[in-house]
């Protein structure tokens, strides 16, 4: 079954290119543009697509508005945001709407291909230093560390394991380090997620780092 992509950006060249761009790949099928907000909303409705790549700024109704309200809905398709700047604050905040990564606008065609499928996977595509240089801007500056009430709900190993995940380490790494197979990896992260109500580990990073668990 392939993965069903829709784009919304206000330049309609980029959206040619990317248009043909998902096109040509066997397991990808492009369902849908838009020039806006308002219409990215009414596209991810109609279309209903596993994965939209969203850009940021655009007239009317930006990205970040638009994630948020189509996350807001049942069954929203995975966002991937499209961003100029690597560490651009709208980013930050498209994430914090409910974003599951973000691309640079000038990547390469296999990394963006790759992106969108690791994203429909459930899986980030920002690299672990991003993620840390990124959210660094978003952590509370005086607060407190406080740990929050449903991290008490997380046994001794699901927070060992959501540390090193909050760090930007992968399945593999976290396996390597704590002397488990992937797969009892991958299930005591979806049981993270879910004890924290968390829709994936971009989120779970920026849990992370607002409550200040991590340095």
Known sequence: MRIRVALVDDQALFRAGIRMLVSSQPDLEFVGEAADGEAAIALAADARP????????MPGKDGITATAEINARSNPP????????????????AIRAGASGFV??????????????????GNAVIAASATLRLFEEFRPAEAPALEPEEFAALT??????????ARG????????????SEATVKTHISRILSKLAL???VQLVVFAFEHRLVD
């Open 50 to 57: 596993d994965v939209m790549l969203m850009d940021i700024r």
């Open 169 to 180: 380490l992968s399945n593999a790494e976290i396996a390597a380090r704590e002397f488990l």
């Open 104 to 121: 640079l606008k000038d990547a390469e065609p296999e990394f963006l291909l790759a992106a969108i499928r690791t994203v429909h996977a």
């Open 199 to 201: 829709r994936d580990r």
């Open 78 to 93: 995975r966002i991937l945001v499209l961003t100029t700047f690597d560490l651009d604050e709208s980013a930050a905040r």
């Open 156 to 165: 001794p190993r699901e927070r060992e394991i959501f540390l090193l995940a």
